[in-house]
């Protein structure tokens, strides 16, 4: 099923896609979704929008820039939407991921970085790069389970250093020091909570090892 967003553009400045960002929608329903991505007074859209069920429909053509990431930055470059895939799961933020999502987010996955010659390092979160504005797609989502396919990346351990130089080089833009906190554990340390500590710094180590 195609339900085409009348929300996109040209990519400025001749970029192309090198990141693909995964979001939850956070709404009741696919359908409700569906509809405020393809609302043109909603002004927001995704390339694409993967129902619970698993069934992936295609919003906006690849090649155009969707409306889907907002400010923000990755590796201190900002647009992301001009250097970006914008991914949409139905979700409202407070479940687990459905096998059939997750296995046809696999398969989309598969397909994009194929086409874009995207790293599974440009596989991120819509919280990683909005830190301080966004949480999708949140602690319930199994990146660990994307990065055995090589569709993500998970780090091993390192020896604890400086944990915010280390994200840096990860890629996490600047701000306030909660906010990157808790983008970092809620991507690779779900059950962190409190105060930073050891284990965190050891895992950002490990980040920078993959930067």
């Not at 001009?82 to 397909?111: C, K, T, W």
């Not at 389970?145 to 840096?168: C, I, K, N, S, Y």
Request: proline share 8%; net charge neutral.
């Amino acid at each position: 099923m195609t339900a085409p967003s009348p929300n996109h553009g040209e990519r400025r400045g001749g970029l192309r896609p090198t990141l693909i960002v995964l979001h939850y929608t956070g709404m009741a329903s696919c359908a409700e979704a569906r509809a405020r991505l393809c609302d043109p007074v909603a002004e927001v859209s995704a390339h694409w929008l993967i129902s619970e069920m698993g069934e992936a429909e295609a919003l906006v053509p690849e090649a155009l820039r969707a409306w889907h990431a907002g400010a923000g930055e990755w590796f201190g470059q900002g647009d992301v939407n001009s250097r970006s895939i914008g991914v949409e799961l139905a979700n409202p933020g407070d479940r687990p991921f459905p096998e059939a999502q997750m296995a046809a987010l696999e398969g989309l996955l598969h397909g994009i970085m194929a086409r874009w010659d995207i790293a599974a390092r440009g596989v991120i979160a819509h919280s990683d790069m909005a830190p301080s504005r966004k949480g999708d797609p949140g602690r319930r989502f199994d990146w660990r389970r994307l990065a055995l396919q090589g569709l993500a990346v998970w780090p091993e351990p390192g020896t604890a250093g400086d944990f915010w130089a280390d994200l840096r080089a990860f890629g996490y833009p600047d701000g306030p020091q909660a906010d990157l906190l808790a983008a970092f554990r809620q991507r690779f340390r779900p059950w962190g909570f409190g105060p930073l500590g050891v284990a965190d710094c050891r895992v950002a180590a490990g980040l920078r090892a993959l930067a």
